[in-house]
């Protein structure tokens, strides 16, 4: 009897929330999306951080990816208990404006020290990046720098589907924005690069890793894992002479937040050098406001881009559904 | 005592009548062609099939509300008397407990009618490790307990030999004359009727006669059952 | 007259809990779809590019099917008629690929079949160039490899169940293996293969990752893909349940083929005499099924020591936290499987009713096949956010979903063998008064022990390995290890995921064994 009783106990441990310790301060709710909650993120560092001055409980609830965060958020609608929404990027943000469930942060001036100007008056930008081809310095020697290049190299590449996968849209836009009309072109070219095209970027990194192909879609701030995690430095972005396409994550509060105060709060801490010193070494991406102390060591080797590409929120928009019919016709064959 | 009461049975094309009383206790035989319907009337009795119309009756109570399980009656099959999970001696205690959930001294009585049915010491053997008397004599033990004033027999023992056949014809005989019940015995080999069956029903052309003498009946077939019988 | 005649009334089991787990199955699938129709308050019909991704997904269904019953029958029938050691170890060994969590699979298969695998660099040795399966051919080849297992054991539990006592019978009639092929197992066939077609097309028909991994570009645009896009690309749920609903038709029309093709076997009871087929003992038989149970075993056992190797090193480094998930798993496996089984059992004896309303519980029994994760997690959502924190509802959900989800395979694995045992003893229990829970207790389970066990462990390694809809519901405090695993692949460290591989792979594989041999010890 006593047996059972305990294990019934385990059990109901195991699946319910530990929401058990009764504490009456004020929770703040941020959904954002698994990898920044996770162990791996900066999830727990910045929980920490913030909870540390804000006299609240920090908690995460999670989505898969950024696209899915806005969608669960929009299916919550205006019942939504989220204060603050962290992790949604600029492709995903007209869809977030158009919501209509965020309000304005109130920051004031902020010195961003991103690629481009930053003057939304909801989005709160926290990292950023840009998407580049990584490959294996000791297996690929004539390493292209341009898309045209690479279309021409017998170099096989593996890539993200655009339609489940930030990275996927990312390179989606950045053929756009670098060849305009004759996007559909380079796609055609590309075809008999590409390997597979993968759900997500995990896939489409593990298959990399394992050797299925030369080079795949990620960050130029990929290498840096290696080197500052692994001590490999073996792995580098190609830079690509037409720019790099660029993504900035943002952060932004629930018009409808219980916790308002809170929310505001966080937002800022968000762009405090605390919170910011967090991100590349957990995100693996630029913070939005280079800390005082600069970079981690690592970085400094990454290739940095002579020209970022982006098309503004509303644009991106407007042209991915074109952009995606092009590649779909041109990979489809 | 066994009334069918203008019973009429259907099974797909097949059209099956009877209006008739089996006076009880003692042994009946049902014989007929292969096909002609013997089991079909056995099955309307144990509550397998519902009659399309008629009644089936046990001491004058109609039994149509009655789940086979609830029956007066114990039906033995041609085969499939026996769970082949269990062993011989929950196959025979099923017979007082569906459940299986038998006092000490109903188990005493389970080890008693085994042996007294010549089962002594093959009580915890599973049926694939029994011969086919064996077997046989497992399902009687639980007939016996189950103790139902009715006992149908659905040429049970055709896959036995012919000595044995006959050992275990006998003993249904003794157990019937024992415990006053009453027993309709399929077969299609009308010396199991003469050898134990006082009196026998025919089934021919669609039709379950009354009970007659065994004796007169084969002394003197009726057309159908001489095309039967080949005489 | 061998009749075999209407029950006056149907189980008990059957009316009560087989509607009650009809109607739980069917408001999991439809009733979570409707939600996202009635959410999204409009669907727009299918469009072109929707046509051709359900071409595309029916095309590699239908040939991922049809390859894998293919191979499953000869390879089925060697493990039928002969006996050595490790026979049983290889039959379970066997079934580990179905278990695997789809990406574990896919990276399995391209570490032997990839374009730097195993293959690919012996190839290389000799001067040629890598394989290329990237395309339909390597989404059917990894289908196969997923379900070949499947099919293999469906398969051969329909030659267990033809009783010892006719293959005797075969023997003494004097019966060369034509005969038998003829008279016994291909009518056996006709009974089974049409089930287990069935199951496979309708697995791959929600194909995600494996169909789009290996699919190598748009053109393996699945049906699943196009619902993935509506949420996530086009944020338009209508769409994406206007594809759920296409899926569930789909589903629906191939059930009915598979139904209307269907033969029952009729092959009645036997003793529990242990199987031997004496007519293939000749040497080149015996020759012929070792080539062909060792080309099996390297098929679908070479990926797996492939993951295992590439998992073994990190093995001792692997993140403490996994010990914790993979400890939440496993008592979530157990519930699913315990809750599929019931789901099952009630199902099956619903199913044993004759008529419309037996198929239809055979049918809500299959639905949750065709039901895409995605609109069921979403649905599921929607339905529970009112009345619910959906977040703390996260693992009990999963543990639901993920019970739901293998009532398919279960019940193909289950209802044939309920089927048997009620012809051949439904008539003695009724006789002896044996209903209910009882002939549940005494009757059915005992005499089921072998496919339950067998059902029991696909349940609770099929929920191991799920990913399931813990994702949607978003608890970030209580993962589960198979989304451990994708976290640790989604933070770059992919040596610590590989070893989460083999433990995911360990625990599948522990759990289906466990309740397997205690299923197959029926023979003990």
Known sequence: MMKSHVSTLMIAGLLTATSAVAEEKPVLTVHTYDSFASEWGPGPAVEKGFEATCGCDLKYVTAGDGAALLSRVIMEGGRTKADVVLGLDMNLMAQAAESGLFTDHGLGDVKYTMPVAWDDPVFVPFDWGYFAFVYDKTKVKDVPTDFKALAASPLKIIIEDPRSSTPGLGLLLWVKSAYGAGAAQIWKDLADNIVTVTPGWSEAYGLFLKGEADMVLSYTTSPAYHLIAEKDDTKAAAPFTEGHYLQVEVAAKVASAREGDLADRFLAYVTSPEFQAVIPETNWMYPAITPASGLPDGFQSLVAPAKALVYPAGEAKKIRDEALGEWQAALGR | MLTLDHLSLTLGAFRLEADLTVPGPGVTAIIGASGSGKSTLLAAIAGFLAPVSGRILWNGQDMATLAPGDRPLTMLFQDQNLFPHLSARKNVALGLSPALRLTAAEWARVDEAMARIGLGGLENRLPAQLSGGQQARVALARVLLRARPLLLLDETFGGLGPALKEEMLDLVARLSAETAATVLLVSHDPDDARRIAPQTILVADGQAQPPVATADLLANPPPGLRRYLGT | ????????????????????????????????????????????????????????????????????????????????????????????????????????????????????????????????????????????????????????????????????????????????????????????????????????????????????????????????????????????????????????????????????????????????????????????????????????????????????????????????????????????????????????????????????????????????????????????????????????????????????????????????????????????????????????????????????????????ALAMGDLG???????????????????????????????????????????????????RNADA
Do not use: K
Request: hydrophobic share 60%; with cysteine.
């Open chain 3, 1 to 460: 007259m061998a009749s075999r005649a209407r029950p006056l009334r149907p189980g008990v089991w059957g009316v009560g809990g087989g509607w009650v787990a009809a109607a739980a199955l069917l408001l999991l699938t439809l009733g979570t779809t409707a939600a996202v129709l009635w959410r999204a308050g409009a669907a727009p019909l299918p469009g072109a590019a929707d046509w051709v991704a359900v071409r595309f997904t029916v095309m590699q269904a239908a040939a991922s099917a049809a390859i894998s019953a293919a191979l499953a029958i000869p390879v089925a029938r060697a493990l039928a008629r002969r006996s050595f050691p490790g026979r049983g170890l290889l039959i379970s060994l066997m079934g580990a690929p179905f278990l695997l969590p789809g990406i574990v699979a896919v990276i399995g298969i391209l570490h032997v079949f990839g374009r730097s695998g195993w293959i690919s660099q012996l190839l290389g040795r000799f001067g040629l160039p890598p394989l290329e399966i990237y395309g339909p051919v390597g989404v059917v080849l990894a289908h196969v490899f997923f379900n070949l297992p499947l099919a293999v054991r469906l398969i051969l539990q329909g030659w267990r169940d033809i009783p010892a006592e006719r293959f005797r019978l075969a023997a003494s009639l004097g019966f060369r293996s034509r005969d038998i092929n003829r008279l016994l197992e291909w009518p056996m066939l006709r009974a089974i293969l049409p089930g287990v077609v069935l199951a496979i097309f309708l697995i791959c028909l929600t194909s995600f990752v494996v169909a789009l991994t290996l699919g190598g570009g748009p053109r393996a645009t699945t049906v699943e893909l196009a619902i993935y896009q509506a949420f996530r690309f086009d944020f338009d749920p209508g769409h994406a349940a206007m594809l759920g609903v296409v899926q569930f038709a789909l589903c629906l029309g191939a059930t009915l083929v598979a139904l209307w093709v269907t033969a029952p076997t009729g092959f009645g009871a036997g003793l529990d005499r242990p199987l031997r087929v004496w007519a293939a003992s000749g040497p080149l038989a015996r020759l012929v099924d070792a080539a062909i149970l060792a080309a099996a075993a390297a098929f679908l056992l070479a990926p797996l020591l492939a993951v295992l190797l590439a998992g073994l090193p990190a093995l001792t480094r692997i993140p403490a936290s996994l010990g914790q998930a993979a400890l939440r798993s496993v008592v979530m496996a157990g519930l699913s499987a315990s809750m599929t089984l019931g789901l099952t059992l009630a199902l099956a004896h619903a199913a044993l009713s004759r008529g419309l309303a037996g198929r239809l519980a055979e049918a809500a029994g299959m639905l949750t096949l065709a039901a895409s994760p995605l609109v069921m997690g979403t649905g599921l959502f929607l339905l529970l956010y009112p009345i619910m924190d959906p977040t703390s509802a996260a693992l009990p959900v999963t543990v639901v979903v993920n019970a739901a989800m293998a009532v398919p395979f279960s019940l193909r694995v289950l209802l044939p063998s309920l089927r048997e045992v009620d012809a051949d003893y439904g008539r003695l229990s009724e006789s002896l008064g044996i209903r209910g829970w009882t002939r549940l207790r005494l009757v059915t389970l005992p005499r089921l022990r072998r496919p339950i066990g067998f059902a029991a462990g696909l349940a609770a």
């Open chain 3, 469 to 519: 809809v813990i994702a949607l519901f978003g608890n970030p405090d209580q993962p589960t290890l198979p989304l451990e695993v994708f976290r640790l692949m989604g933070a770059y460290r992919t040596e610590a995921a590989a070893a989460g591989a083999v433990l995911l792979l360990a625990l599948s594989f522990g759990l289906f064994w466990i309740c397997d041999t205690w299923g």
